[in-house]
């Protein structure tokens, strides 16, 4: 990333906490946010990717701590917020981003399960995270960024994945109910919704009998048409900076889509 | 990454690029030509007002700038493509567009407006947008990539309350299709198309906005602390300018064909 900002970095000084931090669009953001001045906290289930992303920050002459928590666990989220707090007694950014994927399957195969736990890995962990995160953030306002996806906003032919788009559609309602309740707050919340981007999130999707169901679409060669590939997740933590910085300080309640048009075809 | 600290990016994003800035005489088209300029780009400054064009020059140019004064007319085709043409002989290239000039026309009621007034609101506001595009489209798919960023609204999107606005909420709805539309149709050119949704702003577009018979039109709800819920009053031209300036740089590179509402969240209490 070479690109000057296209506005003024207001991210010194500010501490973010990132969930899925570990891998992907999380990591990605937490390395802008960290290249940007911002003390981040960097949340995964996984010790070993959170030091990953806590080392490359540090190299970069940045700041980062580890947090080593499951966002579906309310306890462990509070105690998350609890040690950033202790650490540096403030909380101006959250990046709403750990999920999955999980068990694409016809409707009438997905078991209730497999359901439970994409909700709850992608919908009830946004609602936990903002939970913990608002108490500590409303000391001095801020900004929350939700991460979404085309799938349950634009694109809706992945059949298969109903509890995966259905998670997400509702993280954009979520978004928006937030927006106005915390709006006094001086806590901004967005979301943005990324298409197909270069992560390993694809890689850990688990599928059963979808071929079945798929409605068969051929796209003509170079669909990704305007990079000519996919996303990458360092374009999206752009994005995501903007959106915790005071240069979007009017912005609220919005959904941005980062996908290069791809889900208008 | 070899970049190793906060500080060692390039100070300007828009260093040795061209914009083109419609509606530049005044409000969020005055605020983001400004805000370009800020940032290092040369900056064509539209507006059918001379005296309002000179004065958005002289501060381009103070910021230390080259600026191009432009006085056209958007519903023009002909005025437009004089524009582009000049833009090309002064600098030989155009990276980003901003669609801005409208106007709120008459709001009246539905039986009331004359079809004059419908036609002059969505020529001034939907047709203008497609002749900019239109105009500045050759120039941009000679380089190797660049950005339009269209000037909507919440109201039309998001907000439908202002009874009587009719015409001019059918305008901005029309920027956000074709804003759509033109994203995909132009990706193969690297070309970007977004859209801004503003909210209350402080500009003087009101002084041109003709209400007729509206009295009782509108559905008195009411909110007693007023609808600014993040900041308690209307939102800034330059708060818009800078995420016109975002939506135009490199940093937004993979994004295109989405709308941002830049409201502070109003448009969801009021509807």
């Keep these: 990333m070479t690109n000057p900002l296209p506005y003024a970095s207001s991210l010194a000084g500010k501490v973010a906490i990132v969930t899925g931090a570990g891998s992907g669009i999380g990591k990605a953001a937490a390395i802008e946010l960290g290249r940007q001045g911002a003390k981040v906290g960097v949340l995964s289930r996984k010790a070993d990717d959170v030091q990953a992303t806590v080392d490359e920050i540090a190299q970069a002459g940045g700041e980062a701590m ?29 990046v709403v981003n750990a999920g999955a994927n999980g068990q694409f399957a016809p409707v009438d195969d997905l078991t209730l399960e497999e359901w439970n736990r994409t909700l709850d890995t992608n919908l009830t962990s946004t609602f936990l995270t903002t939970r913990a995160a608002v108490p500590l953030m409303k000391q001095s306002g801020g900004s929350i960024v939700v991460i979404s996806s085309v799938n349950g906003s634009r694109i809706f032919a992945y059949s298969g994945a109903a509890a995966y788009s259905t998670s997400k559609a509702a993280q954009v309602a979520f978004t928006k109910m937030v ?13 943005v919704c990324p298409g197909a981007i270069d992560t390993a999130i694809n890689g850990k999707t688990l599928r059963r009998n979808t071929d079945s169901i798929r409605w068969p679409v051929e796209f003509p060669k170079g669909h990704h048409m305007y990079d000519g590939e996919p996303g990458s997740a360092d374009q999206v933590g752009e994005l995501i900076a903007f959106l915790l910085s005071d240069a979007s300080d009017h912005v609220s309640g919005t959904t941005v889509y980062i996908d290069a048009a791809e889900s208008l075809l | ?5 906060t500080v060692s990016r390039p100070p300007r994003a828009f260093e040795g690029k061209v914009a083109l800035v419609t509606g530049a005489g005044s409000g969020i088209g005055k605020a983001t030509a400004l805000e370009l300029a800020r940032q290092g780009a040369k900056v064509a400054v539209l ?3 001379p005296d309002r064009v000179r004065a958005t020059v002289d501060a381009v ?94 109201n039309g999107s998001r907000i439908f309350s ?62 007693p602390q007023g609808v600014h819920v993040l900041e308690g009053h209307p939102g800034s031209p330059d708060q818009v300018a800078r995420v016109m300036a975002f939506l135009l740089s490199d940093a937004a590179d993979h994004i295109s064909g989405t709308e941002m509402w830049v409201d502070g969240a109003e448009s969801l209490l009021v509807g």
């Design chain 1, 66 to 94: 580890p947090l080593v928590a499951d966002v579906t666990m309310q306890q462990q989220l509070e105690a998350s917020v609890a040690t950033v707090k202790q650490a540096w007694g403030r909380l101006d950014g959250l």
């Design chain 1, 179 to 191: 927006a106005l309740e915390l709006a006094k707050d001086k806590i901004r919340v967005n979301c």
């Design chain 2, 1 to 5: 990454m070899s970049e190793s600290t």
């Design chain 2, 47 to 49: 507006s059918k007002n």
């Design chain 2, 61 to 154: 140019e103070a910021l230390g700038t080259e600026a191009l004064p432009i006085v056209a007319d958007v519903t023009s085709q002909a005025d437009l493509e004089g524009a582009v043409a000049a833009i090309e002989q002064a600098w030989g290239k155009l990276d980003s567009v901003v669609i801005n000039a409208g106007a709120n026309g008459v709001w009246a009621p539905i039986d009331d407006i004359t079809l004059d007034e419908w036609q002059w609101t969505i020529r001034t506001n939907l047709t203008s947008t497609f002749l900019t595009t239109r105009a500045t489209v050759p120039l941009l798919k000679k380089n190797d990539k660049g950005a339009i960023v269209i000037v909507a609204s919440v």
């Design chain 2, 162 to 223: 202002n009874t009587g606005a009719t015409a001019y909420s059918c305008s901005k709805a029309g920027q956000v299709a074709f804003m759509k539309m033109t994203a995909l149709e132009l990706a193969q050119f690297q070309i970007r198309v977004n859209a801004v949704c503003p909210g209350w702003i402080e500009t003087n577009i009101e002084e041109n906005t003709v209400h007729r018979n509206r009295e009782g039109l509108r559905l008195p709800v009411e909110f």
